[in-house]
């Protein structure tokens, strides 16, 4: 099985939309969605792109906000430098939205990271600015464990 990112983004008219994200990574597997407005993709997007990566992870969160803090995360893709010779990751974490009523046992989460190269972070960087801009229906990252 091939550790694999796949992003899909179901446009709103208003410049936001849906990033829907499947992975799979170390034998895991999830899907989960959170709402973005498309200057924030596009931003993550462009610095994915980056050589080397900043020292602080490339990072992308959404789920619930209140008063502009995150306060339930259903998405989270981090892209960080693994070594001084070229390896890089992706990680991320998925989870289920959560009602304030509902029983917090029945969220569904998964963490994963899948190993890739800068590269491969670049294709994804031009692919997910695509994604963005309406030019393609996917950005995909797919590596070879």
């Known amino acids: ?12 008219s208003d410049y936001t939309g849906e ?6 990574g170390g ?6 969605s959170a709402w973005f407005d498309f200057v924030r993709l596009r931003e993550f997007a462009e610095a994915l792109g980056a050589f080397p990566l ?7 969160e959404g789920g619930f906000w209140d008063a502009g803090e995150l306060y339930q995360c259903h998405v989270s893709i981090y892209a960080r430098q693994v070594d001084r010779r070229g390896a890089a990751a992706i990680r991320v974490a ?17 963490a994963l990271e899948i190993p890739t190269d800068y590269a491969s972070l670049q294709r994804l960087s031009r692919d997910m600015q695509r994604l963005v801009a309406g ?10 464990p």
Request: aromatic share 6%; no cysteine.
């Open 94 to 110: 998925l989870a289920t939205e959560m009602w304030k009523d509902g029983d917090p046992e029945r969220q569904n989460r998964v």
């Open 1 to 12: 099985m091939k550790d694999r990112l796949r992003l899909t983004l179901y446009r709103d």
């Open 27 to 32: 034998g895991f597997a999830g899907v989960g």
């Open 19 to 24: 990033l829907r994200v499947e992975a799979s």
């Open 54 to 60: 900043p020292g602080d992870p490339v990072k992308l």
């Open 135 to 144: 030019e393609v229906d996917e950005a995909v990252l797919e590596t070879s």
